[in-house]
């Protein structure tokens, strides 16, 4: 007889488990004095380690990057993908930076060139894997570098082409420059015409 009420359970209402219908009493007592149901992971969590749980479970972690609480369930997603601060490496010059510079640096940085050594034209990195697919078969990114090897110039060897026309911007910056250096080459004649008025 006592087989059978070993075998038979009971759930209990504070914990949500099925027990053995002998040690239901002694359980719920135990359980319902001692345990507590943690509000957001359903998990039974001893009452004296309810501010533990939560500390180590569910509160809100600071990124020490970027400052912005996230919730913890998602802290390892903030950390390696979201957080605009996180260290990221540029695929054309290998320099970490964070991730929230990473486009405005590798615009940069893709356009600058680098001689081909297989056809002996200067390429920008950002276009270099198609070059080496389109010219000279090479799928797999092994074609050498100028970076890796920099033969001595030989007479004749191709230069870098002509820069293309300047940008409006870079105009504007030549013409506020030059302004300034009028301006201040102005003013150091006016100074000496002041001075020798008033020696005279």
């Not at 943690?38 to 500390?55: R, T």
Request: glycine share 4%.
């Amino acid at each position: 007889m006592e087989i059978a009420s070993e075998l038979t359970t009971k759930l209990c209402s504070h914990c949500e488990r099925e027990i053995p219908t002998s040690n239901a009493d002694l359980h719920y007592a135990h359980c319902s004095r001692n345990l507590k149901k943690c509000a957001l992971c359903g998990e039974m969590v001893p009452k004296k380690h309810e501010d533990e749980h939560y500390n180590e479970t569910h509160a809100p972690v600071e990124c020490s990057l970027c400052s912005h609480t996230v919730e913890r369930e998602l802290w390892s997603l903030h950390k390696g993908e979201k957080c605009p601060q996180r260290m990221i490496t540029c695929e054309y010059c290998e320099f970490p930076l964070p991730a929230v510079d990473l486009f405005k640096h590798q615009e940069i940085c893709g356009n600058r060139t680098e001689l081909c050594q297989s056809c002996n034209k200067y390429v920008r990195l950002r276009e270099r894997v198609n070059h080496d697919i389109q010219f000279h078969g090479d799928s797999d990114g092994t074609a050498e570098s100028s970076r890796n090897a920099r033969p001595e110039r030989e007479e004749g060897a191709r230069r870098r082409p002509a820069r293309a026309r300047d940008s409006p911007q870079k105009r504007i910056l030549l013409t506020i420059a030059v302004t300034g250096i009028a301006v201040l080459v102005g003013s150091v004649f006016l100074q000496r015409r002041v001075d020798s008025n008033q020696q005279q």
